[in-house]
């Protein structure tokens, strides 16, 4: 059996799409989640995994995915999604553009759902580029990971055993 | 007397097609008028960006082309430079290019076998809804995908974009360690690439003959990668610097891709052009197979372009092992460059087909000025052509929505990749006065 709670942070090098990535480091570096009993919680990153995504949490029970959004709120918006509201965007994938709610929607048919899966992000600026956050995104950070911290904490002694049900 | 019939059909957005376009038909009286493959993905400018960069920058920008086959945009590269500089890579650096290109075509296959292509096959309208009935199979591909990451990660340290691929060979050589592991991998996974060779082979295809030519890398004595003179199934053989000497690229108003034709006609490139023009290239470890199968090859049906692609995921792993198996230690990553002016190219075979690069450098090193001709844009016109032909084939008075299905299917026999396409922005500007 793996971590009880995994933290994906999902992204590329590019602007705000860094997000899911500083976020995962900034976690990996926090009080709270050195307080964590040691094995229970893991940070992995990843880079733009598309239909590959479910092969990184198989045998996890709970996952939080933590990746940039663009939903046309606000800049620095945060955002908190479950897995049930993660739909609809499967069926007219490309190869390219195989996207989370997509790679959610194929562990679903799968069968390879973990008990709890959750999305964190934080609303993009459009016109951010480079290789750094936008001034937006940034001061809406610290917030946003003690969040995912807080949250992390709770599932790791409180989520359900994924597989439990199929021994 | 009945009035003639003018049907617009515009179908908008492509699904499951990697890019921006559409297609339009002027249908007359059942018979299609005007056919556009409509592609308004933005321009991207690379062969621009490129210009003034020093020679060493080129493997990792061009890599940023595409998220699926940043290899070949590498390797084209890479060869096409040390052409010019008269780089001599050695066995190991060439051994492990190849290496690294098996990984691409792994990962670009699988994924294009099972998240586009099958799903057509088995009447599904995508990868999700086939997982439901389908999960092993679609596993199986998932897995496949996720190996020839490892192996272009193993080389290239990561696999979307990688960065490990340099002018004169690679920045690092890997551990024997990280290739024992990738071995065992291999191993393991090779009987179940042949599963789907088979399964490939066994779905139901339609009865669709076409005569195209073919065009593909030939090598001496490989199933070709990235090597080879370039030759078609009308004759030609050429090296990859006379390619322009016979194709160009044409403007159509209606698209932001280029047309390149062979001697001004269309023609295929692809996993289906590199097996009709290479058969008697495959390894002796895949020709058994191939020949249990109930397809045959050489093929003129495009629809068999899905079992290519999966032989070929079985040459690319029997290729990466063989190759693996015989490495040896400490081997130094790169050969010394030094630069030099003039013109220089490179062709490589990438997943979708031939990728042509030509760079012009000065005493410096720097890019004066980049081509860059990617598969999508030589398939372009052979897809307008078979879009016409199985189109009216199939009854220009079907409903709209079994239309768009049947030419969407035809597209994506063709796995194009409309984003790589795109690169090309004819400005031209009439200035008046001083």
């Given amino acids: ?167 | 007397m009945t009035e003639p019939r003018h049907i617009p059909l515009k179908l908008p957005l492509l699904a499951r097609v990697e890019g921006e376009g559409t297609l339009e038909l002027r249908v007359h009286d059942g018979k299609i008028e005007d056919l556009r493959l409509r592609i308004f993905e933005p321009p991207r400018l690379f062969e621009k960006f490129l210009e003034g960069r020093d020679y060493h920058e080129v493997p990792d920008m061009v890599a940023r082309i595409c998220g699926i086959c940043p290899v070949a945009y590498q390797m084209s590269a890479v060869h096409a430079i040390e052409s010019l500089f008269g780089v001599k890579p050695t066995k190991w650096i060439r051994a492990m290019r190849r290496v690294m290109y098996c990984g691409e075509w792994i990962q670009s296959h699988s994924l294009h076998i099972h998240m586009l292509s099958a799903p057509d096959f088995l009447g599904f309208t995508g990868v999700v809804e086939m997982a439901n009935r389908y999960p092993d199979e679609v596993r199986r591909g998932l897995k496949l995908q996720a190996l020839g990451n490892d192996l272009i990660r193993l080389l290239g340290a990561r696999s979307v974009h990688p960065v490990g691929a340099c002018v004169g060979g690679f920045f690092r050589a890997p551990k024997q360690q990280e290739i024992d592991v990738l071995l065992e991998k291999l191993r393991i996974a090779l009987p179940e690439a042949e599963d789907l060779v088979r399964w490939t082979a066994s779905l139901e295809f339609p009865a669709d003959e076409q005569p195209f030519t073919c065009v593909a890398l030939r090598h001496p004595d490989e199933y070709p990668m990235n090597e080879g003179r370039l030759v078609s199934t009308q004759g030609l053989n050429i090296r990859a610097d006379q390619f322009e000497e016979h194709f160009t690229e044409q403007q159509v108003p209606y698209s932001t891709a280029l047309h390149c034709l062979l001697e001004g006609k269309p023609y295929l490139v692809g996993p289906l052009a590199r097996m009709n023009l290479n058969l008697d290239r495959l390894p002796a470890s895949v020709r058994d197979l191939v020949s249990s199968l109930g397809v045959r090859f050489p093929s003129r049906n495009m629809h068999h372009s899905i079992v290519a692609r999966a032989i070929e995921v079985v040459i690319a792993m029997r290729e990466a092992i063989r190759l693996l198996d015989s490495h040896e230690g400490s081997q130094a990553p790169s050969v010394d460059v030094t630069p030099r002016k003039g013109v220089g190219a490179g062709c490589t075979e990438a997943p979708r087909g031939i990728l042509w690069h030509r760079y012009e450098i000065d005493a410096m090193g720097k890019i004066i000025r980049a081509r860059i001709v990617p598969p999508t844009s030589q398939n372009q016109k052979r897809i307008e052509d078979d879009l016409r032909q199985s189109l009216e084939s199939f009854g220009m008075s079907q409903r709209e929505e079994d239309l768009r299905h049947h030419g969407e299917r035809v597209i994506r026999n063709y796995d194009p990749c409309i984003s790589c396409a795109t690169h090309f922005l004819d400005l031209r500007i009439n200035r008046r006065g001083p």
């Avoid at chain 1, 029970?61 to 609809?88: F, K, Q």
């Avoid at chain 1, 390219?96 to 934080?122: D, K, Q, S, Y």
């Fill in chain 1, 1 to 167: 059996m793996k971590n009880r709670v995994l933290i994906i942070g999902i992204g590329s090098p590019f602007g705000d799409d860094r997000l899911g990535w500083v976020a995962a480091d900034a976690l990996r570096g926090s009080d709270v989640m050195r307080a964590a009993p040691i094995g229970s919680i893991e940070i992995s990153i990843l880079d733009r995994p598309g239909s590959l995504l479910p092969m990184h949490w198989r045998n996890t029970d709970c996952v939080i995915l933590v990746d940039a959004v663009r939903s046309g709120a606000l800049p620095g918006t945060r955002h908190r999604l479950d897995a049930d509201e993660l739909t609809g965007a499967g069926m007219a994938c490309s190869s390219h553009g195989f996207g989370v709610a997509a790679a959610v929607e194929l562990a679903r048919a799968l069968g390879e759902m973990p008990t709890r899966l959750m999305l964190r992000g934080i609303e993009t600026d459009p016109s951010s580029m480079g290789m750094t956050l936008s001034p937006a995104v940034a001061a809406a950070l610290p917030t946003f990971c003690a969040d995912i911290a807080r949250e992390a904490l709770y599932l790791a002694s409180n989520c359900p055993p994924a597989f439990a049900s199929m021994a």
